[in-house]
């Protein structure tokens, strides 16, 4: 992979008790010392939001743009693609997943993220796969593609999303809990746990929140893009019309009537299957 080279503040350092990956499992990210003009990304609170409203908003502070794209795969000079920029921007500037934080390993001054919640870290931002499977989805529009057939686009791709996380949270079952758990400081009192039959996993934390944060974030760029495409529509028809008529379905309300529809029609995500009480054999919790 093309290295991913990140900014790093002056003077900023690691929250203490964070571990980052193994040395194994590099993405080769180094990072470039701050030039006096600052960063290259702004802290702000743009982006997706997601399930409990709890978490303290965490966003890119210390990533370069350019190389950001670079390490999704985009070329500026290759893509052709003007939505496939509106994506990246939106993805650039999101918040960071549900209990996920940018962090620094204080031996490599290299950029990392951390989940407070699992204690899991990695070296990749926690939604590439997400980004490239939206990058690629916008790279198959066609520049004249009439709208309604991009929204189709758009709406097969939500509901299969959709899909999937019903799927992943049908393997989950909640177990009450007595009292507040010691073992999740961080992520506050719990009146339930939750397991993974499937794959033997346990948590704290709800899986819908995942769940919903991504589904939140590819309506939220998806939407973006169909906006964009709606208005490149409307300018390309405008300048073919000898009487200005543009249709209306191609103006900047249209499209969002369009792409509200988008996420009502997919519905609430399940609940977890409630479990009467814990059974004797199940694993015990290990903080994640």
């Known amino acids: 992979l093309k290295p991913f080279w990140l900014k790093l503040a002056p003077g900023w350092q690691t929250r203490s008790g964070r571990t980052p990956p193994?040395?194994?499992?590099?993405?080769?990210?180094s990072v470039m010392e701050m030039d006096a003009a600052g960063s290259g990304h702004e802290s702000s609170g743009s982006g997706a939001g997601h399930a409990g409203g709890q978490n303290e908003i965490q966003v890119l502070q210390y990533c370069d743009f350019e190389d950001f794209i670079r390490h999704l795969g985009i070329d500026p000079g290759a893509d052709g693609?003007?939505?496939?920029?509106?994506?990246?921007?939106?993805?650039?500037?999101?918040?960071l997943p549900p209990h996920w934080s940018e962090q620094i390993d204080e031996g490599s001054s290299?950029?990392?993220?951390?989940?407070?919640?699992?204690?899991?870290?990695?070296?990749?931002?926690?939604?590439?796969?997400?980004?490239?499977?939206?990058?690629?989805?916008?790279?198959?529009?066609?520049?004249?593609?009439?709208?309604?057939?991009i929204c189709a686009r758009s709406d097969a791709h939500l509901r299969q999303a959709h899909s999937s996380a019903v799927e992943s949270i049908k393997q989950w079952s909640a177990y009450p809990v007595a009292q507040g758990p010691e073992e999740a400081p961080e992520v506050g009192k719990a009146s339930q746990f939750y397991f993974n039959a499937s794959s033997g996993e346990s948590s704290w934390v709800d899986p819908r929140e995942d769940a919903e944060y991504d589904l939140r974030l590819r309506h939220s760029i998806l939407c973006e893009?169909?906006?964009?495409?709606?208005?490149?529509?409307?300018?390309?028809?405008?300048?073919?019309?000898s009487d200005g008529d543009v249709d209306g379905r191609l103006s900047s309300g249209g499209a969002q009537a369009l792409v509200r529809g988008l996420w009502e029609a997919l519905g609430p995500l399940p609940l977890p299957l409630a479990a009467p009480a814990r059974p004797a054999d199940l694993p015990p919790l290990d903080g994640s």
């Open 22 to 29: 193994p040395q194994g499992q590099w993405l080769h990210t």
């Open 110 to 149: 290299r950029v990392y993220f951390f989940n407070k919640a699992t204690g899991e870290s990695l070296w990749m931002h926690p939604r590439e796969t997400l980004f490239r499977e939206l990058i690629d989805e916008v790279r198959g529009w066609q520049l004249d593609q009439p709208l309604e057939g």
């Open 225 to 241: 893009c169909v906006s964009t495409h709606s208005q490149n529509l409307a300018r390309m028809a405008s300048s073919d019309s």
């Open 81 to 95: 693609n003007e939505l496939i920029m509106v994506a990246a921007q939106w993805m650039f500037a999101a918040q």
